[in-house]
């Protein structure tokens, strides 16, 4: 009789705060038989890891899987389809996996890319996935600073690249968020002040986390090196 393969699970586990985390997260985790994690190429340290550990069982293996930080698009490609091999070779014996990410697994997550490359690989796989609360979520809420009201649109940017999305979109729309700010944030910083934004934006880091901290003046941010969990939420009041 063939063995039955292990469900896979993608689990949010929330911006930094253990708190903020589901009931059927909690719950999933305390079920599958192993937990995935990401981690850089440079180090095995995880935050999701972190935030989840008080409600794993001491029990369940937690495997780190490396992931480098960089932008080619053939390494990343790469390091998912090995990443998601480990992960099929765990369920193919049976076992239940989730693998944990910070935030939402569905807004800008390697859970994503790791998710189709487990599906092209082994098809008959259940995949199920357990949304989070999104940092800027927990944001908004920590600064009592609605993300949107009325008709407003809501517009979530990358800062990977810089200011570059905002220069294009930013005008258009009345509420603005800006995940990955850290890398780039002298360009973002100069293209909000060519929209005159500047006064209107509201930085936030580490949210969640023990480190956490809102700058109400952005320009403080400036001469600083950005921490990597910093966001930020603009309010276009011209619109």
Avoid at 111 to 124: L, M
Wanted: charged share 25%; net charge neutral; hydrophobic share 40%.
């Amino acid at each position: 009789m063939k063995r039955k393969t292990g469900k896979f699970f993608g689990v949010g586990v929330g911006p930094g705060d253990p708190e903020l985390i589901s009931l059927k997260a909690v719950r999933i985790l305390g079920g599958v038989h192993t937990i995935f994690a990401a981690s850089s190429s440079k180090n095995s340290h995880s935050v999701a890891v972190r935030i989840a550990r008080p409600h794993l069982p001491q029990w369940t293996p937690v495997i780190r899987l490396s992931f480098p930080m960089t932008s080619d698009r053939k390494t990343l490609e790469l390091s998912w389809r090995e990443n998601a091999a480990t992960i099929v070779e765990e369920l193919e014996r049976g076992k239940d996996a989730a693998f944990i990410t910070l935030g939402d697994p569905l807004t800008y997550s390697t859970y994503g890319y790791i998710a189709r490359e487990v599906k092209k690989i082994a098809p008959h796989v259940e995949i199920r996935t357990i949304p989070g609360i999104a940092s800027y979520q927990a944001a908004a809420a920590l600064v009592h600073l609605p993300l949107a009201e009325g008709e407003e649109p809501l517009l979530v940017l990358s800062g990977a690249k810089g200011g570059e999305h905002l220069r294009r979109l930013g005008s258009q729309v009345d509420n603005i968020v800006m995940l990955k700010s850290y890398r780039n944030f002298q360009d973002i910083y100069s293209t909000l002040e060519e929209m005159d934004l500047v006064d209107s934006t509201t930085g936030i880091t580490c949210c969640g986390q023990p480190d956490e901290e809102i700058i109400t003046d952005i320009k403080e941010m400036v001469d600083k090196e950005p921490n990597y969990f910093t966001l930020l939420i603009v309010k276009n009041k011209k619109r």
